[in-house]
Every structure is written in C-alpha cells, then in structure tokens.
C-alpha cells in the first residue's frame, strides 16, 4: 500500500506546477526590482489523503531552480529532462520584508514568498490531488 501512494504521489508530481528557490542572499533587489533566482532545498509533496512524503526537487520532477523575470512578470525553470517551463506572475507584491508572487499552472494555484533581507524562499503549489510545499533561498542575479 505504501509503494503504492509513492508511486501515485510521484506520478501526480510530474505534471505540478513549477518549484521555486536558490543560493546566498543578496538583500538589494529581492524587493521585484529585478531578476531573481531561487533554488529549492526542501520539498514536502501530501497527497489529499494526507500522506506526505520528503525529498528534493527532483525527487517530485520539480526544478532546482527557478528565475524570476521581474520585467516581464514570468517564473521560468528548466528541468533534468530538458524541459523548459514558464508560468506568468499573476500577481506581484512587496510587502514588508517580504516579495510575494502568486499564479495559476496546471489548474494548480501556486505562490511564492522571499524575505527581501535574508533571501529565505517558501513556495506552495496546491491542486485536488497533490500539494507542494517548497523551501529555499534566493538572490538576485
């Protein structure tokens, strides 16, 4: 039964949405001034039965990484395949000490939180069936 829900749990991950994440802190233009990079250290995936499961990005068929062109409001991201993804930001604020970003991909919604002073990353991606939760860093490019 257990290899069972992994096996349902990864397959639903390969069509999630894009993950999110990065280096070092650069505290200067993680505000959406500019261009950004986040990588993803810490993914946890729950399937709507409530069982979880941990690893990392590519564990999920999630990138490593992921770059924000605050410009023109895109996250792009390659993945391991060779695939390269793009979801438009919806929307963009910054709040406080912190940039978030919110969209739609693959009847999934998803956002992104970045503390503009230390470059910590929280992402979510939620849809019906499986749900993401991404931790990272970023810095600005």
Known sequence: MLNRKCSRLIAACAF?????????AS????????????AATHVVACLEDGFCLQGQARTFDLPDLVVLDSKNKVVRSTHESGHNAASHVKNMEHNGEHLVLQGVE????????INSTTGRMSAS????????????TCTAL
Request: glycine share 14%; with cysteine; charged share 15%.
């Open 125 to 136: 991606g939620v849809g019906d069936d499986v749900s993401f939760l991404i931790h990272g």
């Open 27 to 38: 505290a200067a233009a993680l505000d959406g001034s500019g261009d950004i990079v986040c």
């Open 106 to 113: 693959n009847s999934r919604g998803w956002d992104i939180a």
């Open 16 to 24: 999630a949405v894009a993950p999110f994440v990065s280096s070092a």
